[in-house]
């Protein structure tokens, strides 16, 4: 049942971000993005991982996605803007990194899957694991406290950053 | 530890094999990777990053599970953390651009390629006899070759 | 550092070192007045415009050495047995051990060149004060007077090669300055740099000598470390040499004792002016005649001779070098005796006459009688000081005329400068027992029981044969100057006391000098033969020489044949020289210098410059355009390919940003996937 829950979640994640970026109208993308949120939260469930599934719509879904979508709106494009895009580009050299790179990724999968790098159920069914709010919240404020200070301040300065950047007037 | 809310449904998240985890991380990333690659509307780029973001997301709560250890999930966090600071910059880009260039295509910002001053002119190379005139001969000549007499 | 005081005991001779006392600080003294003197014409203008000061200073820093010298030499210590004061200095040091020493020597050789040295440069310095009377830089030329008796007795008084390397190039520049003296002439400044120059090929080599010694040396002394000396040292090289004998000590391969005494020779050849690198020494009559004076009587030329003296110890056994020097001593003396009978100019027969003489005291440095040849030096010091001054007499009587043409009848014009040009004349030409007789005959007999030198008989024909052609050039030279009738055009006059006094003293020696070297009775081979040599007898190598009576009755014969012939041709020749008719072609080729100068000049003009425009093509072709403009110009385009890629466009960006992950994942993946497949 999990597994197959996975699987599920899985593929809806996967049609979804290809459909995501093959749109060619961005608000498209945007919802078809969000149906990926909407999945992987759904493994993150599936994983015990219950607060960053949570969050993940929180954030993801409803905050980054709409403020997305507002600027998509505020910069008003017309029809003819977003469909001038040609058929998607496909540059010989951009391409071929992608691929290699991936190709490069996936062997590394496969062979760590042959080295028996990842462990099988029977290794696996012993642990245990809390991902509740309570749990990571200790962790965060205990042992990442540095580390999420640190993040606030470079939320500042994104915000800082975001607000000079609209506001200066670019000649 | 399976939530008594869900445990109907689901059993623990070890049933599943961490490689499709992986699997499914890496093809998420690739199609995020593709999508930086190939298109050139910026709105569209930064959602495939957004994409890759998610992808290693995954990765990290599915290593989180398996190896037991709550700070994966502590990196998620702080990814999304990163990534809501990316977009917010991101999209304040956009809209600077935009005002400028009236456009989303990013083909059309270039500026930062530098100025075309041409073809580099040739060089006046030092010591061809031809390019000297009658009275700088002596000095090209070692002391007393010419003038034996 | 003052950590040099030690007693030292050298193998031959057994001479105690000895560090303390007044020869050693004297040696200090006599060494640096000169030079201070020098320093302070040269940096205080108030010194060198006074003229009369500046000479006032420099002769007495000089009678000062000499009297200093007269002391030490009288110094009981010095007297009685081998003692060597020597005052040395770390001066360039690794660790504790030094590897460049600097200081003072005093033994009986170097206070003989010492006396030498000051007496000679006394008289010449008194004399150059009537010489130079109105020329108004007399400042300057005693500045440089006093620079040169500086260097010359660093030299002398040398403890090792470094220091004397040092000296050496002092006295090549010294002589540039006083060689070119009259800088506003143009051949005094050509003159300058060929002395220059020519010196320089010599120094080359003598540098390479030291070098060679030095590594030897130094390898061996590991074997018995002095602490306070240096491998330069000559005390070590002797001690190393005597030690362990030049052969093993020079072991590296054949030949490296006999190539290494070469060099160091060569150093002797560019100083001394032997053949091939004698052409100089004539050019550098240019100087003003005192400098000429001091030049080839107690200064430059005789630093060669005297530094094969110090160093005998590492030239006397290697191999083929004793035969080398011997025959370029004779080879030199003996165009240079036929060079000086085609010479009209007066300096000009004087400075072939050195040459000559140079050649025989190489001859005899050669044959091992390092002792003839220093006795050579001393007694040839005088007479041809003598000589020098009483031609720079006869110049300054006729104002400025030098030519033997256009002179004649000044014996009646100028007594005393004739009387002591005669007694020098015949010092030099050895028709009386005095001073040159006692000297050359020693030589001679040094090269007629010589087993060191290969073909000695040949040069000891030469000699003899040598001596003949010295009486007649000489004589011609006296019957052209100072016989017949007066053929110029000026006043001749006797010149002033202060010139003519040097030249009775100097006169005095040459009469007398020469009986130092009388033999004392014990005329067998192997034992000393007179009082110098038995001075000197730490120097000696090999037998001595016996005074041959036969070989000395039949050089003297051969040179008064040289003078009557002289007389014949000469006694009534006028302004007219027969001799040019008579000889023809061999006249022509002396006339020309054996055309040596002309195969230098064609060297020149050819070989080095063929060299250099070969350098020319390699410097303007390979060198700049090859190498420099292809270079700059490989930049120049490959920059303007590679500009290209800063596209400003993101899709590229992205792309070289994939492809460098990309390879880096590469890379990492085979790293790990051969560390598992190892692992496995």
Redesign the interface.
């Known amino acids: 049942m999990t597994v197959a829950l996975f699987l599920i979640f899985g593929a809806t994640a996967l049609a979804s971000a290809l459909l995501s970026v093959t749109r060619k109208n961005p608000v498209a993308s945007a919802m078809w993005l969000v149906l990926m949120f909407f999945g992987l939260a759904g493994n993150y469930v599936l994983l015990e991982a219950y607060f960053v599934a949570a969050v993940q719509i929180l954030v993801y879904a409803g905050a980054i996605m709409v403020l997305f979508l507002f600027v998509i709106m505020l910069l008003d494009l017309r029809r003819e803007q977003l469909e001038s895009e040609p058929q998607p580009r496909l540059p010989f050299f951009g391409v071929a990194a992608a691929v290699l790179f991936i190709a490069v990724a996936a062997i590394a999968l496969l062979d760590a899957v042959d080295a028996g790098v990842f462990p099988d159920a029977a290794a696996r069914s012993t642990l245990e694991l809390d991902g509740s709010a309570k749990a990571i919240g200790e962790s965060l404020f205990g042992t990442w406290v540095l580390a999420f200070e640190v993040t606030g301040f470079l939320l500042l300065g994104a915000i800082l950053g975001a607000v000079i950047l609209t506001k200066r007037r670019l000649t | 530890m399976t939530s008594a809310f869900l445990s109907p449904v689901v059993a623990s998240g070890l049933a599943i094999p961490l490689e499709w985890v992986v699997g499914l991380g890496l093809a998420l990333f690739a199609v995020g990777l593709l999508g930086v690659a190939c298109r050139r509307n910026i709105l569209i780029m930064l959602l495939s990053v957004e994409i890759m973001l998610n992808a290693s997301n995954l990765v990290l709560v599915g290593f989180s599970r398996v190896h037991s250890e709550i700070s994966g999930q502590v990196f998620v966090f702080f990814s999304m953390v990163v990534a809501a600071a990316e977009v917010a910059v991101g999209l304040a880009i956009v809209i600077a651009l935009y005002r400028l260039r009236r456009s989303a295509d990013v083909d059309d910002a270039h500026d930062l390629h530098d100025v075309d001053y041409g073809p580099v002119p040739g060089l006046k190379l030092e010591g061809e006899p031809h390019h000297h005139h009658d009275h700088d001969e002596p000095e090209a000549q070692p002391v007393g070759a010419t003038g034996e007499a | 550092m003052d950590g040099a005081f030690l007693t030292f005991l050298a193998a031959k001779g057994e001479p105690t070192l000895i560090n303390t006392g007044f020869a050693s600080w004297a040696a200090w003294v006599i060494l640096f007045a000169p030079l201070l003197v020098a320093f302070l014409v040269t940096a205080v203008p108030a010194i060198r415009k006074a003229n009369g000061l500046a000479a006032a200073l420099s002769i007495s820093s000089v009678g000062l050495g000499l009297v200093l010298t007269l002391f030490v030499y009288f110094f009981p210590m010095l007297q009685a047995g081998d003692n060597v004061y020597e005052h040395i200095v770390s001066w360039v040091a690794i660790g504790d051990s030094p590897l460049i020493t600097f200081g003072t020597r005093m033994d009986a050789l170097a206070v003989t060149m010492t006396l030498v040295v000051t007496g000679v440069g006394f008289a010449i310095f008194v004399y150059a004060l009537g010489y130079m009377k109105g020329d108004e830089s007399m400042g300057r030329f005693y500045g440089k007077f006093a620079l040169f008796v500086f260097s010359m007795l660093g030299i002398v008084m040398s403890p090792n090669f470094f220091q004397t390397f040092i000296f050496w190039e002092l006295v090549g520049v010294s002589s540039y300055l006083l060689i070119g003296y009259y800088w506003r002439k143009h051949s005094a400044g050509e003159a300058a740099k060929k002395a220059f120059m020519t010196n320089r090929v010599g120094d080359f080599g003598f540098l390479l000598g030291i070098l060679m010694v030095w590594a030897a040396v130094g390898d061996a002394t590991g074997a018995f470390g002095q602490d306070v000396y240096s491998a330069f040292d000559f005390t070590v090289i002797e001690r190393a040499v005597q030690t362990l004998g030049a052969s093993t000590l020079f072991w590296d391969s054949i030949g490296y004792a006999a190539i290494a005494a070469a060099l160091v020779f060569c150093g002797a050849m560019g100083k001394s002016a032997q053949f091939p690198l004698h052409v100089w020494l004539p050019d550098a009559m240019e100087g003003p005649t005192p400098v000429s004076a001091l030049m080839h009587a107690a200064t430059m030329v005789a630093a060669g001779v005297y530094m094969i003296i110090r160093c005998n110890f590492i030239i006397a056994y290697a191999e083929w070098a004793p035969t080398l020097i011997c025959w370029l001593g004779g080879i030199t003396a003996f165009i240079a005796a036929s060079m000086a009978i085609t010479q009209n100019d007066i300096k000009k027969v004087l400075a072939y006459s050195t040459l000559s003489q140079l050649g025989y005291m190489t001859m005899a440095l050669g044959a091992g009688a390092y002792t003839a040849a220093m006795f050579h030096l001393t007694t040839h010091a005088f007479f041809k000081a003598l000589l020098f001054l009483c031609a720079g007499s006869v110049i300054h009587g006729c104002h400025h005329e030098q030519d033997m043409r256009h002179m004649g009848g000044l014996k009646s014009k100028m007594p005393t400068t004739y009387k002591t040009w005669f007694v020098g004349t015949i010092a030099l030409t050895a028709l009386l027992p005095i001073a040159g007789w006692w000297s050359k005959d020693e030589i001679l007999g040094a090269t007629r029981i010589t087993d060191m030198v290969w073909g000695s008989e040949i040069l000891l024909a030469l000699g003899v044969l040598v001596a003949g052609m010295t009486a007649f050039y000489m004589w011609r030279a006296t019957y052209m100057t100072f016989g017949g009738e007066y053929r110029g055009h000026a006043k001749p006059h006797e010149s002033p006391k202060v010139m003519t006094m040097p030249l009775v003293a100097l006169a005095f020696f040459s009469l007398f000098i020469g009986f130092i070297g009388i033999p004392d009775g014990t005329f067998g081979a192997g034992t000393k033969t007179n009082w110098f040599e038995g001075w000197l007898h730490h120097w000696h190598v090999g037998p001595y020489a016996k005074m041959v009576w036969p070989l000395a009755i039949i050089a003297t014969g051969v040179a008064l044949v040289g003078f009557l012939i002289a007389r014949k041709i000469y006694r009534n020749a006028g302004g007219n020289d027969p001799l040019p008719a008579k000889l023809g072609g061999i006249w022509r080729l002396w006339d020309n210098l054996y055309y040596v100068d002309n195969f230098y000049l064609w060297l020149v ?1 050819k070989v080095q ?1 063929g060299v ?2 070969v ?2 093509f390699f410097e ?2 390979i060198l ?2 090859a190498v420099i ?1 292809g270079l ?2 490989t930049v ?2 490959s ?2 390919r590679v ?1 290209r890629v ?6 590229n960006y ?3 940003f ?2 460098g ?2 390879v880096v ?2 890379l ?2 085979l790293q ?2 051969l560390a ?1 497949a190892g692992g496995k």
């Open positions: 003009k410059q250099a425009k350098f020319w303007r072709w700049i355009q403009n700059s110009q120049r385009i920059g303007d500009r800063q596209s400003g466009r993101l899709g992205v792309t070289s994939l492809l992950a990309a994942g590469l990492v993946l790990v996937g598992s």
